[in-house]
C-alpha cells in the first residue's frame, strides 16, 4: 500500500472544497479587510466546513468570520474542548510549573466612568441639540466600558503582589480571559465578534536582565507553540521594527503563525520598561520597589500577551492533513484527518458498535464509557448513535474530528473481552483486551506530553 | 491535651476580630443593602481580613464588598485557584461525566444594536434638548450591551446541537462564564462590581419528565454542594414560591446557603416549559422537535444557573473554623484553619526549611517542589521567603491558607531522606521518607475525591 502524504498543498484541497458559496462569500469579505490578500481562500473554507460539520463552531457564517479574524466566535463542544486543553496547557506550562509566577484574575469592566460623562454632557446647558447630538454620540464611540488589554488588571496587582513575593525579582502575574476590541470598526460590519480570549504574563524584573528575559521568554513561548504542532516550522517569531514600538515599549518581538492567507501575529512579547508602573501609581515610589539580590531597583516590564482564539485556529489549521491513499487494486482513497497533538485533541477515544446483539454490546460500552470518563479520558459515545453509518463514514467523521482511537465493541468482545482499536494517525487497527485499553491510552497521551 | 471545636461560634469569632474599622464600615454599608440585617458583620470582616491577608483577594474594599454580595471581584494567587478548582469539579461533575451533556460557549456580548438605538435617537429632529437629554440617558441605564445570563446562549446553540444529539432527549448544553448585573444599580454606589460568574447547564427533555428531572437534578445540585462542606447542613434546597415565579416557569427551586448574616441562593433551578425555545425560534416549529422514545416531542427545559463568586464564598465560610486548644500547662491557644476540601483546597503542600546548611537544603527544597509540582500538586515555596518566622506563625499562616499539609527539610533530609510532614486537619507531625511524599498526598487527595 503506497500513501501519499500531502500537507497544505492546497491547490489539492480547494478543489475538493469550493462548492459552497455563502463561505466563499464571507471569506472574500473577510480577506478585502484581512492583513494580506495573497493566497485564496478556498484551504480557509475548506478548513471551516470541516470546523462546522464537526462541531468545532457552530454553522451561522458570523462565527467562522470572527475565528478568522482572530477573535473569539461561539464555539461547539469539540471547540470548547479544543480550546479549554490549549488554556490549561498555557497555564500549566507558565504559572503552575514556576513558583514565582502566581495567578490572578480581574475584573472584565473598567468603571462605569463613561455613563456618568455622557449624562454630564448631556446635562449641560451651553450646548444646542446639534452640538449635543454630536458630543454625545462621539462619547458613545469612545465608550470602551471592558478592558481592552489584560496588562492593566497585572499593573493594579503589582503593590498587592509584593508581600506575596518578599519584594523579590523575579515574579510575574498571569491571567487568562476575555478582552475587547471594539477599535475595529469592520468587524461590526460584518456581524464579527469584538471578543478576544487571551492569555497574559506580566513579567516584572530589573532592569539589567529585562534583555535576557525577553530572549528566554520569546525562546520559550516558540518552543511552547511549536510543541503541539505537526509542522513546527509554520511558527516564527520576528523582531517588531522600530517604527511599529509604541512609545513605552523598548523592544518587542511577535510569534508569528503562517496561514494559508498569510502571516498572523498570535503572541505579542514587550519590553516596557518602568513607564507603565509609574503611570499607574499614585503614591511614592519607594512603594514599587524590589530587591534585585541586595540592590533596591525599581523593576521593569516584559508584558507577554497570547491570542488564544487565533491559537486555536493556528493549531487546527497546523494539524489538518489531506491523504491520498491508493490501494492494492490501484484505487485512490482521500482521507481528511485533523492530526491535533494527543494533549489538546478535544475526544481522545470514539466507541462503537460492531454487530451483535445490540442490547448486550451497549452494556459493555456504557460501562467502558464511564470507566475512560472516570480517569479523565474523554470519550465520544458513537454506540449511541443508531443511525446506520459504514465503517469507512464513520472512519472519516472521527478523523475530521481528531479523535485518536476508535475503540469497536463486537461479538467477540462479548466472547473473550477482545477490542477492535484504531488509530487516527497510523490507521492501524490492533485487538486489546478490555482490562488494558485505559492504561494504553493514558500512556499514549502523557508519553506525547512529555516529548 | 484537650480540644475544643467551636464552629460558627460568632461570638468568640467576632471579639478576635472587631478592631478593624474600614471594613466594619462596609460591611455596614453592605448590610444596609443586603436581603437580610439579622446577625452581626464581625464574623463576615473577620472571614475578609483572613482573604485578604492570605491572598484570596486583593486588600481593596470593594473587593471584599463585590464578594460579600456575591459578585466577581478580583481574585489572589489562592483566590483564583479555589475558584478555577471548584469550576473544574462542576465541569466534571455536569459535563464530563455525562454523555449527553455538551460544553458551548457563547459570546459575552448580545450585539451592539444599543449603540445604533441612541444614535437613531440622537438624530431624530422632533425632540426638543431636555427630552433628546431625558430619552438618551434612559437609552444610556437600559443599554445592556453584554449578556445577563447564559440561557440566551444555549437556546440560540440548541438547533445545531440537534445533530449532535440525534434528536434524541434528554440531553444538556452546560457553559461557565461571565454575566452582567448592572440593574443593582446600589452596587455601582459603593463601587460593588456587577459581574457574576455563572455555571449554567440548559437541560432538554420531553414535557412528561421535566417534573422528575427537576427532582433528580435538585438532588444532584445539593449534594455536589455538599460534598465539599465541612458543615453540610448549611447547605439546603427549597422551592420558590408561586407569586416569585416569572411568567416562562412553571416550577423552581433554589439551593441556599445560611451565611451568618442569612440565607443567599448560590443556584436556581427553573422548570420553564417550551415557551422560551418557541420565543427564540424564528423559523418552523417542526426544527424544535425530538425524539421521546418513539414520540415526536417538543423539549421542555431545565434551566440551572450557579453564581460560582458566591459559591466560593460559601465554601470558604463553610470550612472556616475557630479552635481553642488547652495545652498541658492550662494555656489557650487559639487557632483559625480554614478546612477546605482536599480538592478545592488552592495549596496542597507548603514546602519549608528548617535549621542546617542554607544551600543544600535549598536544593533539596527546590527539587521537591518540581516533584510536587510535575504530577499537579499544587505546592508553596515556603523556603524561597527568607524573613525569619517561627513555627507557630508560619502554621497560622499555612492554616489561614488552607494548606492541607506542611513538610519540612531539615539536616535529617540530608542524612537519612527523611521528611516532618504536618497535617493542616490533626495538626499531627509525622516523619516520612522523601520517595514516598508524593504518592502520599496524591492518594490523599484522591480518597477524600472519592468519598
Not at 450646548?127 to 496588562?151: I, V, W
Not at 498587592?160 to 476590541?181: D, H, I, Q
Not at 534583555?211 to 516550522?233: C, E, I, M, N, V
Request: charged residues 25%; proline residues 4%; hydrophobic residues 35%.
Amino acid at each position: 500500500m503506497l500513501t501519499y502524504c500531502i500537507r497544505r498543498q492546497l491547490s489539492v484541497f480547494s478543489r475538493v472544497n469550493c462548492n459552497i458559496s455563502p463561505l466563499h462569500e464571507l471569506l472574500q469579505f473577510c480577506k478585502q479587510y484581512g492583513k494580506s490578500s495573497d493566497g485564496g481562500s478556498d484551504p480557509a473554507s475548506g478548513m471551516l466546513q470541516v470546523l462546522q460539520r464537526r462541531f468545532f463552531i457552530p454553522p451561522d457564517h458570523h462565527h467562522a468570520v470572527s475565528l478568522l479574524k482572530g477573535k473569539t466566535c461561539a464555539y461547539g463542544p469539540l471547540g470548547v474542548d479544543l480550546k479549554r486543553n490549549m488554556l490549561e496547557q498555557w497555564w500549566s506550562a507558565v504559572v503552575r510549573s514556576r513558583p514565582q509566577v502566581f495567578g490572578i484574575s480581574t475584573l472584565h469592566g473598567v468603571g462605569a466612568k463613561g455613563a456618568g460623562e455622557v449624562e454630564d454632557l448631556l446635562n449641560q446647558r451651553d450646548l444646542n441639540k446639534e452640538e449635543l447630538g454630536e458630543r454625545a454620540s462621539e462619547l458613545l464611540r469612545q465608550r470602551h466600558p471592558f478592558r481592552t488589554s489584560l496588562l492593566q488588571g497585572a499593573l493594579a496587582q503589582y503593590v498587592p503582589s509584593l508581600e506575596l513575593t518578599n519584594r523579590k525579582l523575579p515574579f510575574g502575574l498571569a491571567e487568562t480571559g476575555l478582552c475587547y476590541r471594539p477599535e475595529d470598526d469592520e468587524s461590526d460590519a460584518i456581524g464579527c465578534s469584538s471578543e478576544v480570549t487571551e492569555a497574559s504574563l506580566t513579567w516584572f524584573c530589573s532592569p539589567r536582565t529585562s534583555s535576557q528575559w525577553l530572549d528566554y521568554w520569546t525562546r520559550h513561548r516558540l518552543q511552547w507553540w511549536r510543541k503541539f504542532a505537526l509542522g513546527p516550522t509554520d511558527f516564527s517569531v520576528c523582531d517588531v521594527r522600530d517604527e511599529e514600538l509604541n512609545k513605552s515599549a523598548f523592544r518587542g518581538v511577535k510569534v508569528l503563525y503562517q496561514f494559508p492567507w498569510g502571516t498572523e501575529t498570535l503572541e505579542t512579547l514587550w519590553m516596557l520598561g518602568d513607564a507603565e508602573l509609574l503611570r499607574n501609581h499614585t503614591g511614592k515610589q519607594a512603594e514599587l520597589q524590589c530587591r534585585d539580590g541586595k540592590k533596591i531597583v525599581l523593576p521593569h516590564i516584559l508584558a507577554l500577551s497570547a491570542n488564544v482564539d487565533r491559537g486555536v485556529l493556528a493549531v487546527l489549521f497546523n494539524s489538518l492533513q489531506h491523504i491520498q491513499k491508493v490501494d492494492s487494486k490501484q484505487r485512490l482513497h482521500q482521507r481528511t484527518v485533523l492530526k491535533l497533538h494527543p494533549t489538546l485533541a478535544p475526544v481522545k477515544v470514539a466507541l462503537d458498535m460492531g454487530k451483535g446483539s445490540t442490547s448486550e454490546l451497549r452494556q459493555v460500552c456504557e460501562g467502558l464509557l464511564h470507566e475512560f470518563l472516570e480517569v479523565g479520558i474523554s470519550a465520544w459515545p458513537g454506540y449511541m448513535d443508531t443511525t446506520q453509518s459504514s465503517m469507512d463514514k464513520l472512519h472519516t467523521k472521527y478523523d475530521e474530528m481528531g479523535v485518536l482511537f476508535t475503540v469497536m465493541v463486537g461479538e467477540n468482545t462479548l466472547e473473550n473481552g477482545l477490542l477492535l482499536v484504531r488509530n487516527r494517525d497510523t490507521t492501524i487497527r490492533e485487538t486489546m483486551h478490555i482490562s488494558e485499553i485505559r492504561q494504553f491510552i493514558l500512556k499514549y497521551i502523557s508519553t506525547a506530553e512529555n516529548v
